[in-house]
């Protein structure tokens, strides 16, 4: 095996070496999300990807690695989410009249424009802004950014042209809730900040239950979307609010070595002190150290007016609290924590003074870890030491973007995990989309990706299903034993050859700092060799050097986390699914319920047909599929597909030889009929709907092939609207065509001699009824009458086929 290397934030540029502090161990923090709301797309990226490398790390290079994630329960952004949500129920409890509700929605609304969406009060207009006016002003004073533009009119669209479009989706509603006086619904996102703006110092913070309250129920969400996921649960979790005490402490430690100090109640970190005395500061982000937008966001919005910093990048580790915030007792008065103390004691508490990796979204870098970083190094630091390395990884997962800008809580332009998977994705095929792209790298998701993705999946599950199921048709159950056939053992030594190549390119791709991009390129081009070699009609296929790979490529799979009821080792065949994981638990008779009824309703029906043919009546008396399935769940086995095919294979029997009489000269028509709607009905509706497809094979048995039955009945109502479709055309075309030949009949009864008798446009005509002057009394010209002589006899022609066709002639 090559040596690993890892993309690492410390030292940019090409993947460095990784070799972890302990053999064999490896000591991982990763910053957990901040419990304030519910959890997006793009913390699905950060901590999916997060779980492949973890994965990858545990199964395929089996290292045990200890992972410890916190989560932020106090936090600005908790704060203020949890007292406005607060302040919003105490005002509605407020006996209002709909007059001064409007009141209030007005002042918020105004109070809103003028703090987030200056252009919507341009200084030279004379009428305030209202709801009545918010449309125009909107239109003229953000429509270049409303219309895919920038605020400053170059460059493109980011994260500050996000912003302005969810202050406008904000003030979208308020203007409507006040157009149709609907009182506070539709306008809280503007109420919010006014209320806490009038209100927010009189909340009691002593009882602290308005903000676990909160927190408890984000961090339960962001756990279910996290298992729903597939993502692995930490070995170790830590919350900011169970570490107070330490925090204090760690935070006086840092003050006695010189690199903070006391202002005002608060506790601010010294850069200076800290490079005097040979540390470095910001080394992730050196560029960005001086970046006062960043500053004041790892500061928090609360924290604007707290005093007393030596040097503007100065950060506080320990925040004195203002009324209407929580607080914690301290030597330097009632505070909580700053948000960057916070990793570095919990982390250093449960890894030491020094892990392997550390990780987190990249917009973590800075100023959150440089923080973590130098305020932990800080406190490590020995004099004579020189300068103290505690984190030796820095992994930073990519953003996800959406239009240009990252996505985010703060933006309001993302998509809920939850609603994801509800709508658009499976855990599945969300996994494959972020495999297909480095875990380093930013990725916006779009069409094509989804595209390539769902190509991606699609071609390992056809291919799972078909092996699976010739495996099954060989009535050879799958043998652990063909994993490590030699090429003496293996006919087909060409796709072994290729199986044992893909294997040495799937082991450098994930050495060259996970490249899941790679391996998974690797994977699908062995699978489509592997589909070559199996429908190759001029070979005689070796099943088993195809199953080799298969259960090569599920133990892949299942290390990336693409099969969750998946578990180490990873030695079964084709991966499963959720559906599948809860089957398992039940009691082996539920599970089998549903195929072994649908045998015993075909057989009934089948007897019901008084059938005299041999093959037909053999079957009926001597297939007994409980038998064999007894004996399966006697000898434990609990795969419920493995448990349905006795009653799959009877059933499948039964239908095969219906098909093998319906041919018969002698078999009554009746009977034939029915025969062939029980066999269509079998297949297209009975194991449709169990999620059994049914590939009928010329002089062979059918093949069973377990397909979700979601994706079987929208192929089948597909299909019957394809049908339904063809036969409504066909029928319009029917009908057109009558409608033309009774027109065309309709025309024909007319004789040519009276064609054009009537017609305004000509005054005389002959014995044959052809026009000889036109209306203004002048002869008609020679080219005009040429073309009328023409128009009659094909009317003659007609008229004379109609006499004949209707019996007039």
Known sequence: MAPITVHNSLKPGAPVPFVPREDGKVAWYACGPTTYDLSHLGHARNYVSTDIIRRILNDFFGYKVHFVMNYTDVDDKIILKARRKRLLELEREKPYSPEQSRELVVKAFLAYAKSNLPLLSPEDSPLALDENNYQERKDAGYGAVLAGGTLTGEGKPSDAEAMVKMHLNNMDSAAQALKSRSG???????????????????????????????????????????????????????????????????????????????????????????????????????????????????????????????????????????????????????????????????????????????????????????NELAQSEAYFHKCDHGEHTWVNYFLHMGHLSIAGSKMSKSLKNFQTIQDALATNYT?????????????????????????????????????????????????????????????????????????????????????????????????LRLVRDANIYMNDKTVEVNLQAVEAVARWVTKIVGIFGLDPSAQPPYENLGWGSADAKAAADIDPKTAVKPYAAVYSGVKEEVQALSLSEAAVTTLLEQQNPEVEFAELEKSGERDVEKLALPYLRATSRLRDELRGIVSSPTLDPKKKQAILALSDRIRDYDLTDLGVQLDDQTDRPSLIKFVPAARLIAARDEKAALLAEKARLKEEARKAKAKAEEEKWEKAKVSPQDMFKGDAKYQDLDAEGLPTKLADGSEVPKNALKKLKKEWERQKKVHEEYLVKFGKA
């Open 427 to 523: 855990a599945r095929s969300m996994r494959i989309v972020f495999l297909l792209s480095r875990w380093n790298d930013g990725m916006e998701i779009s069409p094509d990706m989804r595209k390539q993705a769902d190509s991606w999946e699609s071609t390992l599950d056809n291919f799972f299903t078909n092996i699976k199921a010739k495996l099954s048709e060989a009535d050879g159950a799958p043998t652990n034993a063909v994993k490590d056939l030699s090429l003496t053992e293996i006919s087909a030594t060409g796709l072994t050859e290729e199986l044992e190549q893909a294997k040495k390119d799937l082991d450098a791709a994930l050495c060259n700092s996970f490249d899941t991009p790679t391996a998974m390129q690797v994977l």
């Open 184 to 370: 506070f619904d539709g306008a809280e996102e503007v109420l919010l900040p006014y209320l806490d703006s009038l209100y927010k110092e009189t909340i009691d913070t002593s009882d602290q239950t308005i903000f676990t309250n909160l927190t408890q129920a984000m961090e339960k969400a962001f756990s279910d979307d996290m298992e729903a996921l597939n993502v692995l649960p930490p070995d170790e979790i830590t919350r900011v609010t169970e570490y107070v005490p330490q925090i204090v402490s760690f935070v006086e430690q840092i003050i006695q070595k010189g690199f903070a100090y006391e202002a005002n109640g608060s506790v601010y970190f010294d850069i200076a002190a800290f490079e005097k005395a040979g540390n470095t500061y910001a080394r992730l982000r050196p560029e960005s150290r001086n970046d006062k937008a960043l500053q004041e966001e790892g500061e928090g919005s609360l924290s604007k007016s707290l005093e007393g910093k030596k040097r503007s990048g100065d950060f506080a580790l320990w925040k004195k609290s203002k009324p209407g915030e929580p607080f914690w007792p301290s030597p330097w008065g009632a505070g909580r924590p700053g948000w960057h103390i916070e990793c570095s004691v919990m982390a250093s508490d449960k890894l030491g003074d020094q892990m392997d990796i550390h990780s987190g979204g990249i917009d973590l870098a800075f100023p959150h870890h440089d």
